[in-house]
């Protein structure tokens, strides 16, 4: 017969391992042959399609579910073929729309027949292109998904339309409105990766309780726990056809126990109540296949904060080992080592490593609020999370156990996770796998699980270090013990004087905090204090930092998910102990913001070189976690990036990996992306109020004006220091006729530039939970408090020119537009140097900065007798400041080139490179003020002001005093 297979049937030679893939091909052939012979013109139209002929002994060696459906209907596989699905990819929509053309019958018999012949016709094409190799593992998955949320809509729509025809709409009470059934796929379903021959978990809920509106009105809680009865029945009920899908219902509230379906208010209720840890992972998964329009608000209103917590939760860890305990328990019991699924190193480690990062994080970082674990995978990449080689190990061990897993439940279609333990199984699995043999196969399948247990095993029970691994300690410590008991187990710990640490931990117990402490945190708390004591007892000063540590323990509060932290990761504990010991600006700013203790995961922290890009990358990847936030929300989610990236810095400035025009570089870098952003955030916020403003250019063609920032002081000098507030100036460029918004609310541009700063200095400024992300002073505008907030640039160089002080050009040349359109701001460099070579009054010029300086030495110098204020006192910073600034307005006309940059260090080496300072004096300011500058750093990570003994710094004071005096002719004192 035409297109019939030829398959060599020569038998194994004597003695010689089975030539398993010939043989396999050969069954299929004769298979093949016996088919033919009982429909012989249906298989020979399927076997003139090339690719059908070709793929077939494969297919049907690898599926006896595939050859066994063909012999019996070869119908299947050629209506497959005359409609063209079997051999290309279809659309997401494609499978419901042919289930609503194909399904037919108004009976029930005739519907769950018509359903199951679909699912068979359906799974057959799935699991041709799957083995044939036509179709990848991402297909696969999804189409399996698309066919049950097809198969489980068309059954509600079916069975809802037949319960309202004998009882009536269902009515919310409070609304009158029409209440659907919104049915959650859970597990691998709600995540679009359903396996071949998967059950489907099912939650069903309903919005209101109310009731029927039909001539036999019943109330919605019976209207629906009806209507869930028939719809399980519709999928679930064994035919002669099989069945469509086996349904698990048991992930509802209260499992077997609880209603069929339930309310919203009462599954609300539910997971406030009653949720437990292991549901928060269920319904990480949970996806609405129904009444898609009633799930956003009930996501966002109840699932996601009960899955998703605003704060890092370790606590999960706890919860995790006791479910992956008792599945291994399960898997003992039952021999089920090689259980792809639930083994070792199976599928589920792989499930509960993500899923228990998504739980951890998710709550901040809403990249991860996903059901599909194929794309929050990637997403894992990236600080604390988990390293790149690590991701892309894991996910080709997911995407080669899931293959196998289908390849398993093709065979036969069933729920199978075991691996075959007879000979000819396993050559046909490893046949469907292109393996050359078993052993190959498992040396294959052993690679991937030993490499999910290895990350299992790091990330559920933390990394060891060899110094503080252990996850408790063997010396006995209970904070509750006697007080001379605590003093001998101190002193077993390591502490050469217990009676310092005794005292503290003693006003520890009696204090308030421990007072509030849950059942839950009093057990963290005990299982953390022994294991931290020992690495604190080991410090220089243990009582100072064990005080530290402790107020950051006081300062968490209940909120002891960052107790588990530490006690899931002994390196981050560590790292703690290390960085109180050496800074008390990293204690105060731990204990301000518990959130950074996140950063102490990152063993990078102590190691990776810090850049602006590295800033940038992260603060690009947070806006996708503020839109859809308010605005206090989203200055939260600022505020708590800038804590943490100053946090790294200052770690890095006090292991030394950052010199000191690096820090300042640093710190200036984070201030600008977050006016940046922040000005981002308010022109968004504006214009969806009042519309885009609009004016005419000079050509009379209308255009959009901006607002830029410009930015003086330490901010502009690129010179920021810990703590610095920002001296800010607001500037725009609308000009000329038309200056209004274009609505819904519209207003003069000058107004709606004016709420514009308003609006960014409000988001810089206001209080959150995360605390304020800078102090703002926009004093230095034209005019100072009273001048508009917001001027345009042409306002401002008229001010310049016209009414500006000395000691306005002097805070000029630290000026520099860091936020706006980059025209814009090239159009303010251009302005600021011809203000600073023209406007300048030079007649006066040391008289004005003589005057402003002493002035400012008398009211703002800190200093007692027998100190010195390294800022204002005499010899000071402000001095050197004074004198650069004081050289650069008196020759900018003359050499227009010294005003290119805005810090004091170029400023300097520009007044050397124009041979108006000399090289020696110019290297003597420099050298001077990184080392103020370097001993201003440290005081302000010790928490302390600008202040030091006079002792400190004589001759360089008395260097600069002396420079003074030689240029601005004037006696100065020093103190």
Known sequence: MEGRLDVDMTQDAKGAPPDWPRRLAAESAQRLTAAC???????????????????????????????????????????????????????????????????????EPALMESMRLFRRRHMLRIAWRDIAGWAGLDETLRDLSLLADACVEFAYRRMYAAMMARYGTPRGAETGEAQPLLILGMGKLGGGELNFSSDIDLVLLYPEEGETDGPHPV????????????????????????????????????????????????????????????ERYAYVKARALTALEQYPALYDEVLRPFVYRRYLDFGVFESL?????????????????????????????????????????????????????????????????????????????????????????????EQTHRLPDDERARARLAYALHAPDWEALMRDLNTHRECVMRCFSQIVFGPVDSEAGQRSSPVRFDLDMAAAERLRSLTSLGFEEPAAAGDLLEQLRAGAYYGRLDATGRRRLHELLPRLLPGIARCAAPAMVLARILRILERIGGRTVYLALLNENSMAMRRLIDLCAQSQFLTDQIAAQPLLLDELLDARLLEESLT??????????????????????????????????????????????????????????????????????????????????????????????????????????????????????????????AQRTQGPQIVDNGVFFQRLGQRLVHLLTVHTGAGRLY???????????????????????????????????????????????????????????????????????????????????????????????????????????????????????????????????????????????????????????????????????????????????????????????EVMREAGNLR
């Open 612 to 737: 602006r890009a590295q800033f940038a990358e992260e603060l690009a990847g947070l806006r996708m976690t503020m839109q859809g936030e308010d605005p206090e929300r989203q200055v939260e989610i600022l505020r708590q990036f800038q804590s943490a990236a100053i946090f790294r810095v200052a770690v890095a400035d006090l292991t030394g990996r950052l010199p000191l025009m690096k820090v300042s570089d640093r710190l200036t870098d984070i201030a600008e992306l977050i006016v940046q952003e922040a000005l981002a955030l308010a022109w968004s916020q504006m214009t969806a109020r009042y519309g885009t403003p609009a004016c005419l250019d000079e050509d009379g063609r209308e255009r959009i004006p901006g607002m830029m920032v410009v930015a003086y002081g330490k901010l502009g000098g690129l010179e920021l220091g810990y703590g610095s507030d920002l001296d800010l100036v607001f500037l725009h460029d609308s000009s000329a006729g």
């Open 37 to 107: 012979e009982r429909a012989p013109q249906v298989w020979a139209r399927i076997l003139a399609c090339e690719a059908v002929r070709e793929s077939l002994p494969h297919v049907w060696a690898c599926s006896e579910f595939a050859a066994a459906s063909c012999s019996r209907d070869p119908s299947l596989l050629e209506g497959l073929l005359e409609r063209g699905d079997l051999l290309t990819q279809v659309d997401e929509s494609w499978i419901a729309r042919q289930l609503a053309a194909d399904v037919d019958g108004e009976d």
């Open 321 to 413: 080992r006791d479910m992956k305990a008792m599945i291994s328990r399960e898997v003992k019991r039952h021999d089920m080592q090689d259980d792809v699924k639930l083994g070792p190193g199976g599928i589920r480690e792989i499930e509960f490593i993500v899923q228990a990062l998504q739980l951890i994080r998710g709550g901040s970082d809403r990249r991860l609020q996903s059901q599909e674990l194929r794309k929050v995978l990637p997403r894992l990449v990236g600080r604390r999370l988990l390293p790149a080689q690590t991701v892309e190990e894991l996910q080709n061990a997911y995407g080669y156990l899931r293959t196998v897993e289908n390849r398993l439940q093709q065979w036969n279609d």
């Open 775 to 965: 102090e703002v002073d926009t004093r230095l505008r034209p005019g100072g408090n009273r001048g508009l907030l917001v001027q345009s640039l042409a306002a401002f160089r008229d001010y310049e020119f016209q009414e500006a002080w000395t000691w306005e050009h002097q805070s000029l040349l630290r000026a520099r537009a860091i936020a706006g359109d980059a025209p814009l701001r090239e159009q303010f460099e251009t302005a600021r140097i011809e203000i600073l070579r023209q406007a300048v009054r030079r007649d006066d010029l040391q008289e004005e900065v003589r005057r402003m300086r002493r002035r400012m030495r008398e009211n703002l110098s800190k200093a007692r007798p027998g100190q010195f204020d390294l800022k204002q006192d005499a010899g000071g910073v402000a001095d050197l400041e004074f004198l650069v600034q004081f050289w650069m307005l008196k020759w900018a006309d003359q050499y227009p080139e010294i005003v290119t940059f805005s810090d004091n260090i170029r400023q300097l080496e520009s007044l050397a490179s124009g041979n108006l300072v000399p090289q020696s004096r110019v290297d003597f300011l420099v050298n001077t003020y990184r080392r103020y500058r370097q001993r201003l750093h440290r005081l302000s990570l010790e928490g302390q002001d600008s202040v030091v003994s006079d002792t400190e710094f004589v001759d360089i004071r008395r260097g600069i005093v002396e420079l003074w005096d």
């Open 219 to 278: 109330d919605n809680a019976e209207f629906f726990l009806r209507l869930g009865r028939k719809l399980v029945q519709l999928l679930a009920t064994h035919t002669v056809d099989g069945f469509v899908y086996r349904v698990d219902l048991r992930l509802r509230p209260f499992g077997d126990s609880g209603r069929l379906a339930v309310s919203f208010g009462a599954f609300e209720h539910y997971l406030q109540q009653h949720g437990r840890d292991w």
